[in-house]
């Protein structure tokens, strides 16, 4: 008589770590980390630090030098968003050409490149948030939105220059920080609905501009404690190539921030009704 093999669940480390990874999975940090896997994640923040090379750069430097008042340009300010020391403020400002200089340059031609690769930046952004949300390209009718979104940064970068470079008492600090937090919160929670052409409410997009927020304070930490020691050691080793490296690897950090934000965003809000229910239940 022939005895019968009773199969039973697998048993071993794989069947453990197979176990584990499905959990995992199935938690909001797998699924946020599942879709930043699919949406290439990495590829896109240097894809943005790419553009924003080319249009970041040469907006804020004509920005900057159109405000005759503080006059002290788009070195300055990209120290203080960096966050970096005296030492490494001056291997930044050797970079770039004193405002009414950068002003008086600039041509015809320079600006109409500054607006392609704008429009070409304003679009990158567009299609990040789009995959963050799974939806499909927009028609090509909603290009207009791009250059709304580029008078929109332009707004921003001008505030944020303005607010950042002009010198203030030590008590009006919280003030500064309070326009600057509004500021950036306003602008990628429109960012957000505006780009993604108002196929996903306001309510939905929220908790992705709170979390991008949170991520470039973050981000300024991060690049006072790394970034600013690097720029002067590499400005020593390697000459303004060496800056110019880890002001791209900042734009990479910012790149990352942004479209990781908003896909957190959308784990949170996805994550709020059973957190509502849950709350319910106590």
Not at 178 to 189: A, D, E, P
């Amino acid at each position: 008589m022939s005895k019968k093999s009773s199969a039973g669940p697998p048993h071993g480390p794989a069947a453990l770590r197979k176990r584990i990874r499905h959990r995992f999975e199935h938690t909001p940090v797998g699924r946020g980390w599942r879709r930043g896997y699919e949406l290439e994640l990495m590829h896109r923040a240097l894809g943005f630090a790419a553009l924003g090379t080319l249009t970041l750069a040469p907006l804020l430097i004509v920005v900057a030098a159109t405000d005759p008042e503080n006059g002290r340009g788009f070195a300055e300010w990209l120290s203080e968003a960096i966050g970096v020391s005296p030492a490494s403020q001056r291997a930044v400002e050797l970079l770039f050409a004193q405002p009414q200089r950068a002003l008086q340059s600039t041509t015809a031609f320079g600006l109409a490149a500054l607006a392609f690769f704008g429009l070409a930046f304003s679009s990158a952004v567009q299609t990040g948030y789009e995959k963050v949300w799974d939806l499909p390209a927009a028609h090509w009718g909603t290009m207009w939105r791009h250059v709304l979104w580029l008078a929109l940064l332009t707004g921003y970068l001008f505030l944020s220059a303005k607010v950042t470079l002009e010198p203030e008492p030590v008590a009006a600090s919280w003030v500064r920080l309070l326009i600057t937090v509004s500021s950036s919160l306003l602008f990628f929670w429109w960012s957000q609905h505006l780009l993604l052409a108002g196929r996903v409410d306001w309510g939905a997009v929220l908790p992705g501009a709170v979390t991008t927020v949170l991520g470039l304070t973050g981000l300024r930490v991060f690049s006072q404690l790394v970034f600013s020691p690097l720029i002067a050691t590499n400005a020593v080793t390697y000459g303004p190539i060496g800056t110019v490296l880890v002001i791209q690897s900042w734009l990479v950090g910012v790149g990352f921030v942004v479209f990781g934000g908003a896909l957190v965003g959308r784990v949170l809000h996805e994550e709020r009704p059973r957190l509502v229910r849950a709350m319910r239940r106590r």
